[in-house]
């Protein structure tokens, strides 16, 4: 045989071999997806069952009550906090506006966004509801667990490092939940932090202009490795600067979609709540009603305000406040900004569109709102909004992230971990959108019910010292060998505040008080 009919041949044999095989792997491929997203799918539903909707829902419930409806009575001062901030004050920390910038910076992504239109579409209008009762709720236990953070504090050279896992090693005596929940911090700020914005991130700009997944993940994992390579400082000066702009820019474009169709609000807001409370939906019948309803709306009202994982009360602790009431105003003002207002607003926009019901779901459905209101430019701006949100999201929890690293495996460890959080971004960016949430929302539980745990525990006065609940420790602790803020520190934190208390931001003695 020639040498040219055999090489000929050889060719052609390879090209039907390979015509073959492509769809033998594309087949074995899908297969193993589809296999990964049913076993998700069946975690999920058991891990955000009845008994932890319950957990978040009795935690929120419980500290209402112990705490006299705090979030009620002391909102108005928190707003009032939020907006007479005067600025920084020399020392170290963070400022508590930087914190709360720096908290909503992780708190403000995509969970507002993309989050809420996907449980519009997974659990219907009613979904909403649940989003708002979890929100209520939820200012309680952020309240009272960013007080708890800011009282075990731990001093650093360049400031405070504090969290669930200094409150569960100091307060309660038990390092060894303190080291579960450390490391399931690590695991979550791969997942809610760094998959679910960088994947929502490449499939903006991929329905955008069509570009490859992994192209936008290299892109994304350079300007995240920028942020971070500041530390701390860049953090709070990135957050103080993109949090205000971008949160006051999606407001407006959603308000202005809202407005293109004010009639149908009150039909939006009756909507919900037939969703929600209806006959059909108490029985929960028909997929979209009843538990499926509660269930989704919980899940991303926790996943866009974070209250009861603890998380964002690693920023808290951070501020240069001293008294732990006064941040703990902040942490109120999170909650209620954050899914009160952002997350309203955002279904709000979807139901006034008349988008849902269209089939689509996550970015999709509201890229659909967008593009109802502005065209082809909808989509364009949605982008950019996307983007500035997932970033300081990507940004927020890597610090977080590195925290829990610095506590379980010193500097060296943080140092460490921030070049796997980048490196984890252009992976996350190719993952599959309903996986995607699903695994975030799994995550999530492993950091809450410790969380919970240790929250309800020590506002019960059930402390490993003895001592007691927070609005009853008067000092005489001497503290610890870590510099927690508690004892004379806390009586000095008190003292120091009814002092300011016509010149600070905080008017009245009541607002500095704990409860």
Known sequence: MPVEKMLSRILCEKRRLTCIGRPAAAYIADKRGERMESWLCAVHRAVWGLPTLLSFLG????????LRAVQLRRLPAACRAVFSFRGRQAGRGMSPFGALTAALAATLGTGNIVGVATAVAAGGPGAVFWIWVSALLGMATHYAE?????????????????????????????????????AALLLASFGIGNLAQA????????????????????????????????????LERVSLRAVPAMALLYLLLSLVIIGRNPAAVPGAFRTI???????????GGAAGSGLLALR???????????????????????SQESDPARQGLWAIFEVFFDTIIVCTVTALMLLCSG??????TGAALTAAAFASAFGAAGQALLAGVILLFSFTSLAGWSHYGSRAAEYLFGPRGAAVYKVLFVLAVLPASCFGV??????????????????????????SGRSADGRPPPE????????????????????????????TEESGPYPGKRDARIG
């Open 472 to 499: 009853q420790d008067t000092g005489g602790s001497k503290g610890t060998r870590h510099g927690t803020v508690r004892g004379k520190a806390a009586k000095t934190a008190r003292q120091s505040c009814a002092e």
């Open 434 to 459: 309903a996986a995607a949430w699903q695994l975030c929302d799994i995550l999530n539980v492993l950091m809450a019910f410790p969380n919970l745990y240790a929250v309800v525990r020590l506002w």
């Open 355 to 360: 988008c849902v019901g269209s089939g689509l």
């Open 296 to 318: 989704y709306g919980v899940a991303r009202g926790v996943f866009a305000n974070e209250a009861g994982l603890g998380s964002s009360v690693i920023a808290h602790a951070e």
């Open 273 to 283: 709540l037939h969703g929600a409370l209806s006959r059909e939906a108490l029985a």
């Open 199 to 234: 994947n929502s991130i490449a499939a903006a700009v991929d329905g955008l202009i069509g570009l490859p997944h992994w192209l936008t993940g290299l892109a994304t994992a350079a300007l995240a490795a920028v942020v971070l390579a500041g530390g701390t400082r860049r």
């Open 59 to 66: 935690c929120g419930l419980f500290l209402t009550v112990r």
């Open 146 to 182: 960013t007080v708890l953070a800011v009282r075990f504090r731990r001093r650093r050279q360049d400031g405070y490092a504090g969290g669930p896992m200094y409150y569960m090693a100091d307060g309660l005596g038990m390092p060894r939940l303190a080291a579960f929940f450390a």
